[in-house]
């Protein structure tokens, strides 16, 4: 796997004070009406950006390190905003800057650090834009990034690119020193700096295909972004009840391809197990660390995207049913309640 030297887009630290202006002269022009914001096939890209931009946010959160700058969009009804977890930390509520030059606040209903996903709930109903599977995603789509690169000054600002390739998957060294992985990525060429973090990425038929993460530090024209359905199943869950109760297995693994590429497994689909969490219920259910898990509950497992989605949209209590190889034999297992 060729490891790329990368940086997260975490955070700018505001020096100038023009950059955290408070006055705010509201812009008319831009429609804040809440409701779900549709495209037509015969629009252009001015017409597009014209029409989605109302549903991104600019993000400012006082950390202790500084202040975080980042971007996030709309994509359901009553304010449920998606953005990176790395924007927010773990701050309960912060500011939200809207395409109408006006300001709210935005409370914290679920982040995850090894998704690097986070929920927002805005003090206000917004408009909210469409999403769209990685299946409907192909190498050479146009694509169109909204975010704020750099500073406040520069929120809601547009790039455009197409998309580079497909199921990306890099290491990132994490604060601690440990390695990670983040996968099933889109790399796009839309342009993207510190402060695009959370931001979305739009097709042309303005769905939100993915949220912006993370761009190549030593090349131009190379950013990645998380596809949306890690973060659809989450809001899908939360907006009954407006909280989350995440499932837990207490796996670490990658796409069983990576592993075959690193000579770790013979197997090239599914994902490969590379840890399991002691007294965890994986690890209570007899799965082991080399196991390559191929279908969950009827569903068939490729990639890590593939489990995530499964898994998240379970219940902690719901039966599980995994099919996996171990050892060359193929095997099934269930068990439930899982935290």
Known sequence: MKKYAIFLLIFVILIMSGCTDNTEVRDYTVDMSPRLISVTSNMNTVQVVDAVKSAVVGISANLDYGVSVGSGVAIANDGYIITNQHVIGNIKSVKIYLADKTSRTAELIWSN?????????????LPYLQTAPLTEVQVGDDVIAIGTPLSLQFKHTVTKGIV?????????????????????????????????SGGPLINSSGKVIGINALKAADAEGIGFAIPIE??????????????????????????????????????????????????????????????????????????????????????PTDEIEIDYIQNGEFKTLKFQNFY
């Open 113 to 125: 650090p090894s998704l690097d996903i986070a929920v927002l709930k805005a003090d206000i109903s």
């Open 164 to 196: 580079s390739a497909l199921n990306r998957t890099l290491e990132v060294e994490n604060d601690s020193g440990t390695i990670s992985y983040m996968q099933d990525l889109i790399q796009h060429d839309a342009s993207i700096n510190a402060g695009n």
């Open 230 to 315: 890690t973060a659809t199943a989450v809001v899908a869950k939360v907006i009954p009840n407006n909280a989350f109760e995440q499932t837990y297995l207490g796996i670490l693994g990658c796409d069983a391809e990576i592993a075959y590429y690193n000579d770790e497994t013979s197997e090239k689909s599914g994902v490969y197990i590379m840890d399991i969490a002691e007294n965890s219920p994986a690890f209570n259910s007899g799965l082991l660390p080399g196991d390559v898990i191929t279908r969950i509950n009827y569903t068939n497992i490729k990639y890590m995207l593939d489990m995530k989605k499964v898994v998240l949209a379970l219940n």
